[in-house]
Nanobody
């Protein structure tokens, strides 16, 4: 599975962005998908995940109520809608795919494939 993240950019605080992650391969629907972010000097941080079916979603407390993850298995794409953005959301955002079915969606080691990252910058 190859992943291509896009949709990052510069936005003012309070604004919105929609990240997309397009996957290659015919087995996309078998994979849980996650979004992580990494700010300079910090560790990679879990943001959100969605189960292979799309029936379950997971969020970090810091983005709950502001970010929404979704997927379109027909288009091999997962999305992260980010609203009410804050300067502390500034980071490189990565999408990831993993054969995860029951737990540990928030752990980077649960994922088998990673995209290249897209920069999100939120100005105050």
């Amino acid at each position: 599975v190859q992943l291509q993240a896009s949709g990052g950019g510069l936005v003012q605080a309070g604004g919105s962005l929609r990240l997309s992650c397009a996957a290659s391969g015919r087995t996309f629907s078998s994979y849980a998908m996650g979004w992580f972010r990494q700010a300079p000097g910090k560790e990679r941080e879990f943001m959100s995940a969605i189960s292979w079916s799309g029936g379950s979603t997971y969020y970090a407390d810091s983005v709950k109520g502001r970010f929404t993850i979704s997927r379109d298995n027909a288009k091999n794409t997962v999305y992260l809608q980010m609203n009410s953005l804050k300067p502390e959301d500034t980071a490189v955002y990565y999408c990831a795919a993993g054969l995860i079915y029951y737990s540990n969606y928030q752990l980077p080691n649960s994922y088998n494939y990673w995209g290249q990252g897209t920069q999100v910058t939120v100005s105050s």
